[in-house]
């Protein structure tokens, strides 16, 4: 490969991220989980912050170096945002990267692996264990991802090593989610024998990065309440779980979502058949194992925790591991689509394409697919995806014979579908949320009440406001609905933070409770303005919001 292609390539994927950063499938910050990191990230700077708040005096980063690098990259970029948004634009390129490689391993053109990863990194949202194929946010997670899916590309090439490093890096940031892929690469180094010290040489950087998060979990600091591993989850906490947490039991997820992944995992198989003589060997082993590991994690989540109640299984969450299904059906999708369309066969390479376009439009497939013609919004999504996947075919169709042609359909699959998707399919990935008036309460918070101070929105129930205000004023919560998510985590903290629910919050907002407010340390109190207090003068007001200081 020359310079000049190198340079193409590598242009071309920084492309992709710009696009998927910036249109589709976007970004987030402080929507879900940046809520629970920053306060912890922001304590770890200046322990004299959030003193009574549950969510930051009882952190859960120690099995990571989500922390570490996050607080050292800050001293370079001046916030934890920019550390953070750093990291997740790399890994969301690496992660590209990976994907291309993976359709290379197939024997497809770079242009054609560059269409492949492109489809990757549309992202898709899993049913039933509710998790991302591509996170929104920079969450420990969403950096793991990526670098498993390179890990992948590079292990379908034989490099076994640099695979190794890959997922390594991926250990250290998110374990549960590099477990699927330490399985089979694992697996794979062992059998067959042929080869095998050279194979088995990928191992050692994943030990390493095992030894290294071990060594860095016992001088951790700031934790308070250590991570139960191997006790039993209580009927008390159960409930609990289950309120806040249902997607890690399956017995409470909708018969819809075993449904879509057991199509989706024939999918993969029916891939897997008409790849096997062009894949390498590497990759039909990942794409034999990976989503059959998927598929496994779903009874094997139910065994482990609904029967046995083992307490690692909340935070482990084994059946997240259905996003291999999902990525190796999109990314199996796109090469076989390819490769059917330039032997000719343009209505099954038109089905491999739909398929792989239909993710990131619709969470079950099946019903975009096969769609209710009666919802004009779905009969608009099916003709979006029927018009990229012609798109896709021909551009593949014609990367020999009509190179032009291929060029201009090619940029279209790329480019469209940041539009299309959001616009036309009205795909909103991250929810609107009113900011200027909560930035304006934050900033006055900021500048006027102590690092101590205690807030509390009573009248907003389980909206995602308040914890925005924690992370952008650095001014504690008594408590708030996102925060409770923490209940897979850490026992202490669930009954605690369950505790003060149902004290404050459990029920519609009562003028009457101010007293029992008072009595429990909240000094602030929020309100919408459409809810003042008779006979109190708030301290602070604005469009939306009122703040009243109980004396």
């Not at 990259?73 to 750093?86: D, E, I, N, P, T």
């Not at 498993?148 to 940031?173: E, K, P, Q, T």
């Not at 340390?521 to 809810?531: N, S, T």
């Amino acid at each position: 490969m020359g310079t000049a292609q190198k340079a193409a390539i590598a242009l071309c994927i920084a492309a992709l991220t710009f696009l998927g950063y910036n249109y589709f499938p976007g970004h987030a910050w402080l929507n879900q989980d940046t809520q629970i990191y920053l306060p912890i990230l922001e304590r770890f700077r200046d322990p004299s912050l959030f003193p009574t708040d549950p969510v930051a005096t009882r952190p859960h980063v120690t099995y990571t170096i989500y922390d570490e690098m996050a607080l050292a990259l800050r001293h370079l970029l001046g916030s934890f945002q920019a550390a953070l948004v750093l990291q997740m634009v790399l890994f969301r390129a690496l992660g590209l990267w990976g994907a291309a490689l993976v359709a290379r391993a197939a024997q497809l053109s770079w242009r054609m692996s560059l269409l492949v990863a492109s489809l990757y990194g549309l992202g898709a949202f899993v049913t039933g264990p509710s998790v991302l194929t591509i996170e929104y946010e920079p969450v420990p997670r969403g950096f793991a991802g990526p670098l498993i899916m390179l890990a992948v590309g590079l292990a379908a090439h034989s490099r076994w090593v640099w695979a190794g490093a890959a997922c390594g890096a991926a250990l250290l940031y998110h374990p549960p989610t590099t477990f699927p892929f330490c399985v089979v690469f694992g697996l794979m180094t062992v059998f067959p024998r042929q080869g095998r010290a050279e194979r088995m040489r990928g191992l050692l950087p994943i030990l390493a990065s095992m030894g290294g998060l071990f060594l860095i979990s016992r001088f951790q600091t700031g934790a308070t309440e250590a991570q139960q591993f191997f006790s039993v989850v209580g009927d008390s906490l159960a409930k609990l779980q289950q309120l806040r947490g249902s997607y890690n039991w399956v017995s409470l997820w909708r018969e819809q979502a075993l449904r879509h992944f057991e199509f989706l995992y024939l999918v993969t198989l029916a891939a897997w058949f008409r790849m096997r003589e062009s894949a390498s060997i590497p990759l039909r082993a990942l794409f034999a194992g990976l989503p059959l590991f998927g598929l496994l994690s779903i009874p094997l989540s139910y065994l482990l925790l609904e029967w046995l109640r083992w307490s690692l299984m909340p935070q482990f969450q084994p059946a997240r591991a259905t996003l291999f299904i999902i990525t190796t059906a999109v990314i199996g999708g796109g090469i076989c689509g390819v490769r059917a369309a330039q032997q000719g066969r343009r209505w099954e390479s038109m089905a491999w394409f739909m398929i792989a376009f239909a993710m990131p439009v619709q969470n079950d497939a099946l019903q975009l697919l096969l769609p209710d013609l009666r919802e004009w919004l779905m009969v608009k999504r099916f003709l979006v995806v029927a018009g990229l996947s012609a798109a896709a075919m021909l551009a593949s169709q014609w990367e020999a014979r009509r190179p032009n042609l291929s060029r201009s359909a090619w940029a279209a699959c790329l480019l469209l579908p940041c539009y299309l998707i959001p616009v036309v399919c009205q795909v909103r990935n991250i929810p609107g949320i009113a900011h200027t008036e909560l930035s304006g309460l934050s900033d006055w918070a900021k500048a006027n009440t102590g690092k101590e101070a205690v807030f509390l929105f009573p009248d907003l129930d389980k909206e995602l406001a308040p914890g925005i205000f924690r992370a952008e004023s650095l001014r504690g919560l008594y408590t708030d609905w996102k925060s409770g998510g923490q209940v897979n985590l850490l026992p202490e903290f669930a009954f605690e933070w369950w505790t003060r629910w149902e004290k404050t919050m459990d029920g519609k907002f009562d003028p009457d409770k101010l007293d029992r407010y008072r009595g429990v340390g909240i000094q602030y109190l929020v309100l919408k303005k459409v809810h003042p207090l008779p006979g109190l003068t708030p301290v602070y007001a604005n469009g939306k919001y009122l703040v009243y200081r109980l004396e």
